[in-house]
């Protein structure tokens, strides 16, 4: 029976490449040697089998190679897309996401933060519920932050994807109103506790300049529970002829309301939703939605947090701006009542 192969060492990666076993040890972790240097080492490692144990690593270089990824919640569809993206783009560059579920759950929210820093991880990645929580402030001053979304309490955090909410809530409100609608129901997951989000306070503002009445309805993002909210505002009296979802998880729910009370999508009532998930087209009829590319947002949430991992300096802000795109939910023309 032959001997099981004795583990590679860093030393022996060092003498195959010419290069001090420290200048291995920084081009294997991508840090302070050139593209170049970086390859051939992993190339030797390859070849050798050489594999750093996970924890000596860590010890050595303060590192875990794991990225927190807190979401607000994953019965929300986009998020859970949004959490494979970013799960895999990490795992392209050698980390390894933690992904957490806050459930919608603002303290649930923090006290999550909380353990990820604890857990040590590298840098975390969070899409709020809570964003003016003092909490944030705090954290980024012992991690690297990256926020999604919305910007964090106190401006510390050292990474920003924030879309441009004014322009996503007007393209939709505004291609509403032109289609003849003037009573909308708003339908936001946003909750009493973390109140004056922006989309939202964009809404009210909106609505007054295009001289729309709306209704905004706090509406959880699960299947079962959006599509009982749904049923209670389209099968109460005064049904408006519209309802613009502050997520397509929501407006599925909408849909099976209208399904289960005998309403046409977009006959009796349009439905618009807010960040085109790829399910959206498929639904009968397809859902009009906002689209935010949701691999652009990935690519930079990403990018952000590993370079300040790195130390690489980098543009701190990005702004993500949407589209609209228009399908079969929100019709040609309003209904009549």
């Given at each position: 029976?032959?001997?099981?192969?004795?583990?590679?060492?860093?030393?022996?990666?060092?003498?195959?490449?010419?290069?001090?076993?420290?200048?291995?040890?920084?081009?294997?972790?991508?840090?302070?040697?050139?593209?170049?240097?970086?390859?051939?080492?992993?190339?030797?490692?390859?070849?050798?089998?050489?594999?750093?144990?996970?924890?000596a690593r860590a010890l050595a270089s303060g590192r875990?190679?794991?990225?927190?990824?807190?979401?607000?919640?994953?019965?929300?569809?986009?998020?859970?897309?949004?959490?494979?993206?970013?799960?895999?783009?990490?795992?392209?560059?050698?980390?390894?996401?933690?992904?957490?579920?806050?459930?919608?759950?603002?303290?649930?929210?923090?006290?999550?933060?909380?353990?990820?820093?604890?857990?040590?991880?590298?840098?975390?990645?969070?899409?709020?519920?809570?964003?003016?929580?003092?909490?944030?402030?705090?954290?980024?001053?012992?991690?690297?932050?990256?926020?999604?979304?919305?910007?964090?309490?106190?401006?510390?955090?050292?990474?920003?994807?924030?879309?441009?909410?004014?322009?996503?809530?007007?393209?939709?409100?505004?291609?509403?109103?032109?289609?003849?609608?003037?009573?909308?129901?708003?339908?936001?997951?946003?909750?009493?506790?973390?109140?004056?989000r922006p989309a939202d306070v964009y809404v009210n503002?909106?609505?007054?300049?295009?001289?729309?009445?709306?209704?905004?309805?706090?509406?959880?993002?699960?299947?079962?529970?959006?599509?009982?909210?749904?049923?209670?505002?389209?099968?109460?009296?005064?049904?408006?002829?519209?309802?613009?979802?502050?997520?397509?998880?929501?407006?599925?729910?909408?849909?099976?309301?209208?399904?289960?009370?005998?309403?046409?999508?977009?006959?009796?009532?349009?439905?618009?939703?807010?960040?085109?998930?790829?399910?959206?087209?498929?639904?009968?009829?397809?859902?009009?939605?906002?689209?935010?590319?949701?691999?652009?947002?990935?690519?930079?949430?990403?990018?952000?947090?590993?370079?300040?991992?790195?130390?690489?300096p980098r543009k701190r802000r990005v702004v993500r701006?949407?589209?609209?795109?228009?399908?079969?939910?929100?019709?040609?023309?309003?209904?009549?009542?």
């Amino acid at each position: 029976m032959s001997e099981k192969r004795k583990r590679a060492t860093i030393r022996e990666v060092a003498q195959a490449t010419g290069l001090s076993p420290a200048a291995v040890s920084y081009a294997l972790r991508g840090i302070q040697t050139s593209e170049e240097t970086q390859e051939r080492v992993r190339a030797a490692a390859r070849e050798l089998g050489y594999e750093a144990h996970p924890i000596a690593r860590a010890l050595a270089s303060g590192r875990t190679d794991q990225v927190g990824l807190l979401c607000g919640s994953l019965e929300d569809y986009w998020q859970q897309s949004l959490a494979v993206g970013i799960g895999r783009a990490l795992l392209a560059r050698g980390r390894y996401a933690l992904i957490v579920d806050a459930g919608g759950d603002p303290e649930r929210e923090l006290a999550l933060a909380r353990r990820l820093r604890d857990q040590r991880v590298d840098g975390l990645i969070v899409q709020p519920l809570d964003p003016s929580a003092a909490l944030w402030s705090e954290l980024a001053a012992a991690i690297p932050v990256v926020s999604i979304g919305d910007a964090l309490h106190g401006g510390q955090a050292q990474g920003e994807v924030v879309f441009d909410n004014r322009r996503g809530v007007t393209l939709a409100l505004e291609h509403l109103r032109a289609l003849g609608h003037e009573r909308l129901t708003v339908f936001t997951p946003t909750l009493a506790s973390t109140p004056d989000r922006p989309a939202d306070v964009y809404v009210n503002a909106e609505a007054e300049r295009l001289g729309l009445s709306v209704d905004v309805v706090v509406v959880p993002q699960s299947l079962a529970e959006s599509t009982e909210v749904a049923l209670r505002v389209l099968g109460g009296p005064g049904r408006p002829t519209a309802v613009f979802c502050f997520a397509d998880s929501i407006a599925y729910g909408v849909y099976a309301a209208t399904r289960e009370l005998g309403l046409a999508v977009p006959g009796d009532v349009a439905v618009c939703g807010y960040d085109n998930h790829p399910m959206s087209a498929l639904l009968s009829p397809p859902l009009t939605s906002v689209e935010w590319d949701i691999d652009g947002i990935v690519h930079s949430a990403v990018r952000l947090v590993v370079d300040v991992i790195d130390g690489k300096p980098r543009k701190r802000r990005v702004v993500r701006e949407p589209s609209l795109r228009v399908r079969a939910s929100t019709g040609e023309t309003a209904p009549a009542g």
